[in-house]
């Protein structure tokens, strides 16, 4: 029996599955938009490590202001200031991403710096390996060439 190649019978056969050239094609398709959407979803997380710090940084500074305003003599290293938590978390609150240090701290001056947690998920973001805020709201960033990336971390 001779079956034409485009009768019912050959139709209904080549209906039940896909042929090895349209899963390369669906594969290699897949591997396109995971290579395009994987490095910006990291970006993405980097960035919320990033406004972790910040934020921390912010509060730390209010913080600070808020107790110096209340004792105008001994300014920033009054006994009332509050000590503050050294690391910072992720929403859990069980692993550190980011180190908060105060540094240049006297009554009238502060310099708070945020870098990542070595092995932490922040510690691999080179663009903002050191993030700065001073008692005059100046605000910086180097990376981890140690080159300014003030505009990118803030």
Known sequence: M?????????????????????????????????????????????????????TALMDRAARLERCAALDPVAGFTAANCPTFPS?????????????????NRTATTYTLQATPVTGSPAAGDTTCAVIRLTHTGARSATNSSNADSTARCW
């Open 2 to 54: 001779n079956v034409h190649p485009t009768s019912p019978a050959t139709r209904a056969a080549r209906a039940g599955g896909f042929t090895l050239i349209e899963l390369l094609i669906a594969v290699v398709v897949l591997s396109l938009l995971l290579a395009i959407a994987v490095p910006g979803y990291r970006e993405q997380v980097r960035k919320g490590y990033r406004s972790l710090a910040t």
């Open 87 to 103: 690391n910072v978390t992720d929403e859990t609150g069980n692993t550190a991403l980011w180190q908060i240090a105060i540094s």
